[in-house]
Protein backbone atom coordinates (compact mmCIF):
# COMPACT_ATOMS: atom_id res chain seq x y z
CA UNK A 1 0.00 0.00 0.00
CA UNK A 2 1.18 3.50 -1.39
CA UNK A 3 2.04 6.24 1.92
CA UNK A 4 -1.33 8.36 2.10
CA UNK A 5 1.26 11.47 2.55
CA UNK A 6 3.15 10.21 -0.91
CA UNK A 7 -0.25 10.13 -2.90
CA UNK A 8 -1.32 13.47 -1.54
CA UNK A 9 2.19 14.99 -2.80
CA UNK A 10 2.94 13.40 -5.69
CA UNK A 11 -0.53 13.02 -7.22
CA UNK A 12 0.81 13.62 -11.03
CA UNK A 13 3.38 10.86 -10.25
CA UNK A 14 1.11 8.59 -8.61
CA UNK A 15 -1.26 8.59 -12.22
CA UNK A 16 1.87 8.33 -14.59
CA UNK A 17 3.63 5.56 -12.95
CA UNK A 18 0.16 3.32 -12.75
CA UNK A 19 -1.19 4.32 -16.05
CA UNK A 20 2.67 2.89 -16.90
CA UNK A 21 1.09 -0.28 -15.60
CA UNK A 22 -1.96 0.02 -18.12
CA UNK A 23 -3.67 0.80 -15.13
CA UNK A 24 -6.31 4.17 -15.23
CA UNK A 25 -6.49 5.66 -11.96
CA UNK A 26 -8.27 8.56 -11.09
CA UNK A 27 -7.07 10.64 -8.05
CA UNK A 28 -9.23 13.22 -7.43
CA UNK A 29 -11.68 11.58 -5.31
CA UNK A 30 -8.56 10.68 -3.11
CA UNK A 31 -7.60 13.68 -3.01
CA UNK A 32 -10.93 15.33 -2.15
CA UNK A 33 -12.00 12.86 0.57
CA UNK A 34 -7.69 13.57 2.60
CA UNK A 35 -8.65 17.28 1.79
CA UNK A 36 -11.85 16.65 4.09
CA UNK A 37 -10.47 14.77 6.50
CA UNK A 38 -7.84 16.91 7.03
CA UNK A 39 -10.24 19.96 7.61
CA UNK A 40 -12.14 17.86 9.97
CA UNK A 41 -8.69 17.02 11.79
CA UNK A 42 -8.01 20.61 12.24
CA UNK A 43 -11.49 21.50 13.47
CA UNK A 44 -11.20 18.71 15.96
CA UNK A 45 -8.09 19.98 17.23
CA UNK A 46 -9.50 23.22 17.74
CA UNK A 47 -12.35 21.84 19.56
CA UNK A 48 -10.37 19.51 21.77
CA UNK A 49 -8.03 22.90 22.73
CA UNK A 50 -11.18 24.90 23.36
CA UNK A 51 -12.37 21.46 25.57
CA UNK A 52 -9.82 21.82 27.82
CA UNK A 53 -9.39 25.18 28.33
CA UNK A 54 -13.32 25.24 29.32
CA UNK A 55 -12.14 22.23 31.92
CA UNK A 56 -9.76 24.30 32.98
CA UNK A 57 -11.98 27.28 33.36
CA UNK A 58 -15.01 24.46 34.89
CA UNK A 59 -12.47 23.39 37.80
CA UNK A 60 -11.52 27.14 39.03
CA UNK A 61 -15.45 27.87 39.12
CA UNK A 62 -15.52 24.51 41.54
CA UNK A 63 -13.10 25.34 43.52
CA UNK A 64 -14.14 28.94 43.83
CA UNK A 65 -17.71 27.41 44.79
CA UNK A 66 -19.19 29.30 41.92
CA UNK A 67 -22.09 27.56 39.64
CA UNK A 68 -20.70 25.73 36.41
CA UNK A 69 -23.62 24.62 34.79
CA UNK A 70 -23.47 26.65 31.64
CA UNK A 71 -20.22 26.23 31.43
CA UNK A 72 -20.75 22.00 32.05
CA UNK A 73 -23.41 22.05 29.16
CA UNK A 74 -21.13 24.21 26.63
CA UNK A 75 -18.52 21.37 27.17
CA UNK A 76 -20.58 18.63 27.21
CA UNK A 77 -22.03 20.46 23.22
CA UNK A 78 -18.04 20.47 22.47
CA UNK A 79 -17.28 17.14 22.98
CA UNK A 80 -20.29 15.65 21.36
CA UNK A 81 -19.18 17.52 18.15
CA UNK A 82 -15.91 15.92 18.58
CA UNK A 83 -17.07 12.36 18.65
CA UNK A 84 -18.99 13.31 15.79
CA UNK A 85 -15.73 15.14 13.97
CA UNK A 86 -13.75 11.92 15.16
CA UNK A 87 -16.67 9.58 13.72
CA UNK A 88 -16.38 11.43 10.10
CA UNK A 89 -12.71 11.22 9.89
CA UNK A 90 -12.57 7.56 10.95
CA UNK A 91 -15.18 6.69 8.16
CA UNK A 92 -13.18 8.91 5.37
CA UNK A 93 -10.03 6.85 6.46
CA UNK A 94 -11.62 3.88 6.06
CA UNK A 95 -12.59 4.58 2.41
CA UNK A 96 -9.01 6.16 2.14
CA UNK A 97 -7.72 2.88 2.75
CA UNK A 98 -10.10 1.17 0.97
CA UNK A 99 -8.84 3.30 -2.02
CA UNK A 100 -5.12 2.69 -1.31
CA UNK A 101 -5.96 -1.03 -1.23
CA UNK A 102 -7.03 -1.50 -5.17
CA UNK A 103 -3.52 1.04 -6.15
CA UNK A 104 -0.33 -0.64 -7.34
CA UNK A 105 2.93 -0.17 -5.79
CA UNK A 106 5.03 2.58 -7.63
CA UNK A 107 7.96 0.58 -9.68
CA UNK A 108 11.74 1.46 -9.49
CA UNK A 109 13.82 3.61 -11.76
CA UNK A 110 15.31 0.91 -13.35
CA UNK A 111 12.47 -0.85 -14.64
CA UNK A 112 11.66 -0.33 -18.36
CA UNK A 113 8.37 0.91 -19.40
CA UNK A 114 6.39 -1.48 -21.44
CA UNK A 115 3.05 -3.07 -22.23
CA UNK A 116 3.48 -6.96 -22.24
CA UNK A 117 6.25 -9.41 -21.63
CA UNK A 118 7.87 -8.79 -25.28
CA UNK A 119 9.78 -5.58 -23.68
CA UNK A 120 11.11 -7.31 -20.65
CA UNK A 121 14.84 -6.59 -20.13
CA UNK A 122 16.99 -9.39 -20.61
CA UNK A 123 20.02 -9.04 -18.20
CA UNK A 124 22.09 -12.51 -18.40
CA UNK A 125 22.02 -15.76 -19.32
CA UNK A 126 23.66 -18.87 -17.89
CA UNK A 127 24.76 -22.30 -19.21
CA UNK A 128 23.90 -23.42 -23.17
CA UNK A 129 21.08 -25.57 -24.26
CA UNK A 130 21.20 -29.55 -24.15
CA UNK A 131 21.96 -30.74 -28.04
CA UNK A 132 19.72 -33.87 -29.06
CA UNK A 133 20.05 -35.96 -32.06
CA UNK A 134 16.78 -37.02 -31.82
CA UNK A 135 13.39 -34.75 -31.71
CA UNK A 136 13.18 -34.45 -28.11
CA UNK A 137 9.78 -34.84 -26.45
CA UNK A 138 8.12 -32.87 -23.27
CA UNK A 139 7.70 -34.03 -20.34
CA UNK A 140 4.18 -35.36 -20.35
CA UNK A 141 4.90 -37.70 -22.92
CA UNK A 142 8.01 -38.72 -20.89
CA UNK A 143 6.61 -39.06 -17.68
CA UNK A 144 3.59 -40.97 -18.88
CA UNK A 145 5.93 -43.37 -21.39
CA UNK A 146 8.43 -43.57 -18.14
CA UNK A 147 4.84 -44.66 -16.00
CA UNK A 148 6.13 -41.43 -13.41
CA UNK A 149 3.06 -38.88 -14.37
CA UNK A 150 -0.50 -39.88 -14.97
CA UNK A 151 -2.66 -37.09 -15.69
CA UNK A 152 -6.04 -39.44 -16.41
CA UNK A 153 -5.78 -40.54 -12.97
CA UNK A 154 -5.49 -37.44 -10.98
CA UNK A 155 -8.14 -35.86 -13.68
CA UNK A 156 -10.47 -38.75 -12.24
CA UNK A 157 -9.69 -37.91 -8.38
CA UNK A 158 -9.49 -34.18 -8.44
CA UNK A 159 -10.72 -32.49 -12.47
CA UNK A 160 -8.26 -30.83 -14.70
CA UNK A 161 -5.05 -29.38 -13.94
CA UNK A 162 -4.03 -32.12 -11.17
CA UNK A 163 -1.35 -34.33 -11.43
CA UNK A 164 -0.23 -37.66 -10.20
CA UNK A 165 3.50 -38.06 -9.46
CA UNK A 166 4.27 -41.91 -9.36
CA UNK A 167 7.28 -44.30 -8.32
CA UNK A 168 10.71 -42.70 -9.50
CA UNK A 169 8.91 -39.41 -10.41
CA UNK A 170 7.31 -39.03 -6.73
CA UNK A 171 10.71 -39.70 -5.64
CA UNK A 172 12.31 -36.87 -7.63
CA UNK A 173 10.04 -34.32 -6.75
CA UNK A 174 10.69 -34.97 -2.95
CA UNK A 175 14.19 -34.98 -3.87
CA UNK A 176 14.27 -31.86 -5.28
CA UNK A 177 12.75 -30.36 -2.45
CA UNK A 178 15.03 -31.47 0.18
CA UNK A 179 17.72 -30.46 -2.40
CA UNK A 180 16.89 -26.85 -2.55
CA UNK A 181 15.92 -26.60 0.92
CA UNK A 182 19.21 -27.89 1.60
CA UNK A 183 21.20 -25.27 -0.70
CA UNK A 184 19.16 -22.33 0.77
CA UNK A 185 19.59 -23.51 4.72
CA UNK A 186 23.51 -24.70 4.52
CA UNK A 187 24.61 -22.51 2.16
CA UNK A 188 23.13 -19.50 1.73
CA UNK A 189 22.05 -18.18 5.40
CA UNK A 190 18.38 -19.11 5.13
CA UNK A 191 16.81 -20.00 8.28
CA UNK A 192 13.96 -22.72 7.33
CA UNK A 193 10.20 -22.73 8.65
CA UNK A 194 7.01 -24.31 8.08
CA UNK A 195 4.14 -22.29 7.84
CA UNK A 196 0.44 -23.00 8.00
CA UNK A 197 -1.01 -24.07 4.21
CA UNK A 198 -4.21 -21.93 5.49
CA UNK A 199 -4.44 -18.46 5.71
CA UNK A 200 -6.90 -16.07 7.34
CA UNK A 201 -7.84 -12.47 5.32
CA UNK A 202 -5.89 -10.06 7.04
CA UNK A 203 -2.92 -11.97 6.21
CA UNK A 204 -3.68 -12.28 1.98
CA UNK A 205 -4.26 -8.37 2.37
CA UNK A 206 -1.00 -7.75 4.21
CA UNK A 207 1.03 -9.09 0.87
CA UNK A 208 -1.55 -7.58 -1.53
CA UNK A 209 -3.82 -10.63 -2.75
CA UNK A 210 -6.92 -8.99 -0.90
CA UNK A 211 -8.58 -7.55 -2.33
CA UNK A 212 -7.85 -7.33 -5.88
CA UNK A 213 -7.51 -10.62 -6.57
CA UNK A 214 -9.86 -12.60 -4.81
CA UNK A 215 -11.03 -14.54 -7.73
CA UNK A 216 -7.17 -16.57 -8.14
CA UNK A 217 -7.88 -18.12 -4.53
CA UNK A 218 -9.35 -20.85 -3.01
CA UNK A 219 -11.74 -20.27 -0.24
CA UNK A 220 -12.66 -22.73 2.18
CA UNK A 221 -16.35 -23.18 3.06
CA UNK A 222 -17.61 -25.60 5.62
CA UNK A 223 -21.66 -27.02 5.06
CA UNK A 224 -23.20 -23.40 4.18
CA UNK A 225 -20.99 -21.20 6.10
CA UNK A 226 -17.65 -19.64 4.08
CA UNK A 227 -15.06 -19.02 6.31
CA UNK A 228 -12.56 -16.58 7.01
CA UNK A 229 -9.79 -18.93 5.43
CA UNK A 230 -8.01 -19.41 2.32
CA UNK A 231 -5.65 -22.08 0.55
CA UNK A 232 -2.23 -20.45 0.23
CA UNK A 233 -1.50 -19.46 -3.71
CA UNK A 234 2.37 -18.97 -2.39
CA UNK A 235 4.56 -19.19 0.84
CA UNK A 236 5.31 -15.76 0.72
CA UNK A 237 1.62 -14.75 2.25
CA UNK A 238 2.13 -16.90 5.82
CA UNK A 239 5.96 -16.31 5.82
CA UNK A 240 5.72 -12.85 5.07
CA UNK A 241 2.85 -12.30 7.56
CA UNK A 242 5.50 -13.78 10.59
CA UNK A 243 6.12 -10.77 11.51
CA UNK A 244 2.84 -8.53 11.07
CA UNK A 245 1.89 -5.95 13.35
CA UNK A 246 5.40 -6.66 15.39
CA UNK A 247 8.64 -3.80 14.99
CA UNK A 248 12.10 -5.49 14.84
CA UNK A 249 14.86 -4.40 16.06
CA UNK A 250 17.37 -2.81 13.49
CA UNK A 251 20.32 -4.95 14.15
CA UNK A 252 18.08 -8.11 13.29
CA UNK A 253 17.81 -7.38 9.56
CA UNK A 254 17.99 -8.62 7.67
CA UNK A 255 16.13 -11.78 7.98
CA UNK A 256 16.23 -14.47 5.58
CA UNK A 257 13.71 -17.30 5.72
CA UNK A 258 13.05 -19.73 3.61
CA UNK A 259 9.56 -22.83 3.30
CA UNK A 260 8.69 -25.46 1.43
CA UNK A 261 4.75 -25.46 1.07
CA UNK A 262 2.11 -26.44 -1.63
CA UNK A 263 0.66 -23.79 -3.41
CA UNK A 264 -3.09 -23.33 -4.61
CA UNK A 265 -4.10 -21.05 -7.27
CA UNK A 266 -7.66 -21.27 -9.43
CA UNK A 267 -5.92 -19.94 -12.33
CA UNK A 268 -8.93 -17.78 -13.04
CA UNK A 269 -8.81 -16.10 -16.65
CA UNK A 270 -6.05 -18.32 -17.90
CA UNK A 271 -8.26 -21.02 -19.59
CA UNK A 272 -6.86 -22.27 -22.48
CA UNK A 273 -2.96 -21.46 -21.47
CA UNK A 274 -1.13 -24.33 -21.00
CA UNK A 275 -3.73 -27.00 -20.41
CA UNK A 276 -1.00 -29.91 -21.30
CA UNK A 277 0.85 -30.75 -18.63
CA UNK A 278 2.49 -29.63 -15.41
CA UNK A 279 3.32 -25.85 -16.40
CA UNK A 280 -0.01 -24.00 -14.90
CA UNK A 281 -1.96 -26.28 -11.86
CA UNK A 282 -4.32 -25.70 -9.34
CA UNK A 283 -1.88 -27.46 -6.95
CA UNK A 284 1.93 -27.63 -6.83
CA UNK A 285 4.99 -27.23 -4.66
CA UNK A 286 7.43 -24.61 -4.29
CA UNK A 287 10.24 -23.51 -1.91
CA UNK A 288 9.64 -19.79 -1.73
CA UNK A 289 12.76 -17.06 -0.38
CA UNK A 290 11.62 -14.59 1.78
CA UNK A 291 13.30 -11.55 2.98
CA UNK A 292 12.79 -8.59 5.93
CA UNK A 293 15.37 -6.02 5.27
CA UNK A 294 16.62 -2.11 5.94
CA UNK A 295 15.36 -0.17 2.90
CA UNK A 296 18.57 1.75 2.45
CA UNK A 297 19.63 -2.48 1.76
CA UNK A 298 17.12 -4.00 0.08
CA UNK A 299 18.07 -3.42 -3.45
CA UNK A 300 21.01 -5.34 -2.40
CA UNK A 301 19.40 -8.07 -0.67
CA UNK A 302 17.10 -8.43 -4.07
CA UNK A 303 20.63 -9.20 -6.09
CA UNK A 304 21.77 -11.68 -3.47
CA UNK A 305 18.41 -13.18 -3.18
CA UNK A 306 18.15 -13.78 -7.03
CA UNK A 307 21.19 -15.33 -7.05
CA UNK A 308 20.26 -17.05 -4.55
CA UNK A 309 17.53 -18.77 -6.57
CA UNK A 310 19.47 -18.96 -9.24
CA UNK A 311 22.45 -21.41 -7.36
CA UNK A 312 19.71 -24.01 -8.06
CA UNK A 313 19.27 -24.22 -11.33
CA UNK A 314 23.62 -23.54 -11.78
CA UNK A 315 23.92 -26.56 -9.29
CA UNK A 316 21.22 -28.95 -11.44
CA UNK A 317 23.19 -27.45 -14.60
CA UNK A 318 20.18 -26.55 -16.18
CA UNK A 319 20.32 -23.45 -19.01
CA UNK A 320 18.47 -20.50 -18.31
CA UNK A 321 18.24 -16.80 -18.06
CA UNK A 322 17.42 -13.46 -16.27
CA UNK A 323 15.20 -10.52 -17.02
CA UNK A 324 13.92 -7.52 -15.24
CA UNK A 325 10.23 -7.30 -15.72
CA UNK A 326 8.64 -4.59 -17.69
CA UNK A 327 6.00 -2.35 -16.02
CA UNK A 328 3.15 -3.75 -17.87
CA UNK A 329 4.03 -7.25 -16.96
CA UNK A 330 4.78 -6.99 -13.33
CA UNK A 331 2.98 -7.67 -10.22
CA UNK A 332 0.76 -5.77 -8.40
CA UNK A 333 2.69 -5.51 -5.54
CA UNK A 334 6.40 -5.74 -6.90
CA UNK A 335 8.45 -2.55 -6.66
CA UNK A 336 11.27 -4.44 -8.95
CA UNK A 337 11.09 -8.15 -10.18
CA UNK A 338 13.73 -10.24 -11.74
CA UNK A 339 12.11 -13.27 -13.76
CA UNK A 340 14.23 -16.76 -13.70
CA UNK A 341 13.41 -18.62 -16.97
CA UNK A 342 14.70 -22.16 -17.68
CA UNK A 343 15.39 -23.68 -21.19
CA UNK A 344 12.46 -26.51 -21.99
CA UNK A 345 13.82 -28.38 -24.88
CA UNK A 346 9.81 -28.81 -26.32
CA UNK A 347 9.31 -25.58 -26.60
CA UNK A 348 12.61 -24.54 -27.89
CA UNK A 349 12.25 -21.38 -25.56
CA UNK A 350 12.31 -20.08 -21.83
CA UNK A 351 10.00 -20.37 -19.22
CA UNK A 352 9.32 -18.77 -16.15
CA UNK A 353 10.87 -20.89 -13.18
CA UNK A 354 11.41 -17.93 -10.18
CA UNK A 355 10.11 -14.84 -9.91
CA UNK A 356 12.61 -12.30 -7.15
CA UNK A 357 10.58 -8.91 -6.13
CA UNK A 358 11.27 -6.46 -4.02
CA UNK A 359 8.28 -4.77 -2.72
CA UNK A 360 10.49 -1.60 -0.90
CA UNK A 361 7.57 -0.76 2.35
CA UNK A 362 4.22 -1.67 0.01
CA UNK A 363 3.58 -4.91 1.63
CA UNK A 364 5.13 -3.69 5.28
CA UNK A 365 2.86 -0.69 5.15
CA UNK A 366 0.31 -2.94 4.37
CA UNK A 367 0.60 -5.90 7.24
CA UNK A 368 2.20 -2.95 9.79
CA UNK A 369 5.59 -4.50 9.55
CA UNK A 370 8.55 -2.10 11.06
CA UNK A 371 11.50 -1.28 13.09
CA UNK A 372 13.15 0.61 15.29
CA UNK A 373 16.58 2.10 14.36
CA UNK A 374 19.39 1.59 16.08
CA UNK A 375 20.27 4.60 18.40
CA UNK A 376 17.77 6.59 17.12
CA UNK A 377 15.04 4.77 18.60
CA UNK A 378 12.61 6.16 15.24
CA UNK A 379 10.11 3.76 13.70
CA UNK A 380 9.55 2.70 10.54
CA UNK A 381 8.40 0.10 7.92
CA UNK A 382 10.99 -2.23 7.03
CA UNK A 383 11.34 -3.35 2.85
CA UNK A 384 9.69 -7.06 2.30
CA UNK A 385 11.13 -9.07 -0.44
CA UNK A 386 10.55 -12.61 -1.93
CA UNK A 387 11.59 -14.84 -4.90
CA UNK A 388 10.82 -18.69 -5.50
CA UNK A 389 13.93 -21.43 -5.41
CA UNK A 390 12.20 -22.92 -7.00
CA UNK A 391 8.97 -23.96 -8.38
CA UNK A 392 9.24 -27.50 -8.00
CA UNK A 393 7.30 -28.67 -10.49
CA UNK A 394 8.44 -26.72 -12.86
CA UNK A 395 12.24 -27.37 -12.07
CA UNK A 396 10.99 -31.50 -12.29
CA UNK A 397 9.90 -30.73 -15.69
CA UNK A 398 13.11 -29.13 -16.78
CA UNK A 399 15.09 -32.12 -15.48
CA UNK A 400 12.82 -34.83 -17.76
CA UNK A 401 12.95 -32.32 -20.96
CA UNK A 402 16.64 -30.72 -20.30
CA UNK A 403 18.02 -34.76 -19.08
CA UNK A 404 16.05 -37.15 -21.63
CA UNK A 405 17.85 -39.82 -23.81
CA UNK A 406 17.07 -41.31 -27.13
CA UNK A 407 15.44 -44.50 -25.56
CA UNK A 408 13.00 -42.22 -24.03
CA UNK A 409 14.93 -42.53 -20.36
CA UNK A 410 16.25 -39.44 -17.94
CA UNK A 411 19.22 -39.28 -16.59
CA UNK A 412 19.26 -37.92 -13.08
CA UNK A 413 21.81 -34.77 -12.53
CA UNK A 414 24.63 -35.60 -10.69
CA UNK A 415 23.59 -33.36 -7.37
CA UNK A 416 20.11 -34.89 -7.05
CA UNK A 417 21.72 -38.68 -6.67
CA UNK A 418 22.67 -38.94 -3.33
CA UNK A 419 18.86 -37.48 -2.43
CA UNK A 420 17.19 -40.35 -4.44
CA UNK A 421 19.55 -43.50 -2.90
CA UNK A 422 22.21 -43.36 -6.11
CA UNK A 423 19.77 -43.86 -8.44
CA UNK A 424 21.31 -42.66 -12.00
CA UNK A 425 18.74 -43.11 -14.53
CA UNK A 426 14.94 -43.23 -14.90
CA UNK A 427 14.65 -46.38 -17.52
CA UNK A 428 10.88 -47.15 -19.33
CA UNK A 429 9.43 -50.19 -17.40
Not at 275 to 280: N, V
Request: aromatic share 8%.
Amino acid sequence: MLDIAFVRNHPDRVVEKTAQRGISLKVEEFLSLDKQRRELLTQAEQLKAARNKASEEISVLKKMKQDASSKITEMKAVSDRIADFDSQVREMEAKLREWLLYVPNIFHDTVPVGKSSDENREERRWGTPPSFDFQPQDHTDLGEALQILDFERASKISGARFALYKGAGARLERALINFMLDVQTKENGYTEVLPPFIVNSSSLLGTGNLPKFAEDLFRLKVGEETRDLWMIPTAEVPVTNIYRDEILEETQLPISLCAYTPCFRSEAGSYGKDTRGLIRQHQFNKVELVKFAHPERSYEEHEKLTRDAETILQKLNLHYRVVTLCSGDMGFSSAKTYDIEVWLPSQNGFREISSCSNFEAFQARRANIRFRSQGKGKVDFLHTLNGSGLAVGRTWLAIIENYQQKDGSVVIPDTLRPYLDGLEVIEPA
